[in-house]
């Protein structure tokens, strides 16, 4: 499973060294990972801060074959969809815990610029909040949350397994994505649910010993 062609790593650089991010990107780069995962926090939606547009936008600059996965964990996704655009993100990801008049325009937003769109769960977040979103057909993929956001190297939360079940019963050509504390045993769990990609933290960028199975 853990080199099928079937599943998608995401590693996300929240885990990394913050003084050593150009490594991190590297090492992303080198593994043959085509993608990368930017954890964007504002310290409302969740109690943390991360950074911002510059970091993207450099990322692009140096590395413009590495597609930019743009998680944001903001209360007003709205107001920075135009600036990680031009940073180059490639998909951006919204919180599904926000106002429909939100969600609507930011999606509006996403399709008029043509980017990818993926809308995010937290594990307390019923599943039945997507489908009028699902059913509109527009979202490339969901990105089920595995621990509260806010922080890399926290514990999988296994209950929301389920959820993953659920969507790929009733939506089974969407993507479905899982995030935080994914390791090769809880990616494993999450596939046999029906995920297909993984964002990968702290177990890819801090634990030496499995970082093997990811390249
Ligand atoms: C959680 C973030 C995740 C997380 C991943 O707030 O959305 O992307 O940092 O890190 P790990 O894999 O360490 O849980
Ligand atoms: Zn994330």
């Known amino acids: 499973m853990l080199k099928s062609p079937a599943v998608e790593w995401v590693p996300s650089i929240l885990a990394a060294d913050p003084l050593d991010l150009r490594n991190a990107v590297e090492?992303?780069?080198?593994?043959?990972?085509?993608?990368?995962?930017?954890?964007?926090?504002?310290?409302?939606?969740?109690?943390?801060?991360?950074?911002?547009?510059?970091?993207?936008?450099?990322?692009?600059?140096?590395?413009?074959?590495?597609?930019?996965?743009?998680?944001?964990?903001?209360?007003?996704?709205?107001?920075?969809?135009?600036?990680?655009l031009e940073a180059g993100a490639g998909r951006i990801i919204l919180h599904a815990e926000l106002s429909k008049r939100i969600i609507t325009r930011s999606l509006k937003q996403l399709r008029d610029a043509a980017c990818l769109t993926g809308l995010a769960i937290n594990p307390e977040t019923s599943v039945d909040t997507l489908f009028p979103y699902l059913e509109e057909g527009t979202i490339d993929r969901i990105l089920i949350m595995s621990v509260h956001p806010g922080f890399s190297g926290q514990t999988f939360i296994a209950s929301v397994l389920p959820k993953v079940k659920t969507l790929k019963m009733r939506y089974p050509n969407i993507t479905l994505c899982m995030d935080g504390g994914i390791n090769t045993e809880t990616a494993a769990q999450g596939f046999t649910c029906g995920a297909k990609a993984f964002v990968v933290g702290a177990s890819f960028f801090q634990e030496q010993s499995i970082k093997k199975p990811y390249a």
């Open 27 to 84: 090492k992303v780069v080198q593994s043959g990972i085509k993608q990368i995962h930017l954890d964007i926090m504002d310290g409302h939606f969740v109690p943390n801060i991360s950074f911002g547009p510059q970091i993207a936008e450099n990322v692009h600059k140096t590395y413009p074959a590495l597609f930019l996965d743009v998680h944001l964990m903001l209360v007003r996704p709205d107001s920075f969809i135009d600036p990680f």
